[in-house]
């Protein structure tokens, strides 16, 4: 009889850690993005979400928003870059990297 370990079926990746955070919790505060994904959005007008598995001040957590201007920056970052270190500001009315 087989064992499981004979299938060569590698686990899935770990999903994101830590407790639920808002982003007006970490607005204007330094925090280490170790990795994110884009899915859709529960809400039709928003298209898309972007969740985040960040760090503040040693403790993980996962953040989320809709910001456009996060998610198309976040897409232009190099996968080797991460993790780093940044702080999300409210410019104009829009969450930007800085």
């Not at 899915?39 to 953040?63: T, W, Y």
Request: proline content about 6%; hydrophobic content about 40%.
């Amino acid at each position: 009889m087989k064992q499981f370990k004979d299938f060569g079926i590698a686990p899935p990746e770990p999903g994101f850690a830590g407790d639920k955070i808002k982003m007006n919790r970490i607005l204007n505060r330094e925090i280490i993005i170790h990795k994110f994904k884009i899915v859709p959005s529960k809400f039709e007008s928003c298209g898309v979400r972007l969740d985040m598995q960040i760090e503040l001040n040693g403790e993980k957590h996962i953040a989320w928003c809709s910001s456009k201007a996060l998610i198309e920056t976040i897409k232009q970052i190099p996968a080797e870059a991460f993790p780093f270190k940044t702080t999300i500001v409210v410019d104009s009315e829009r969450y930007l990297f800085t």
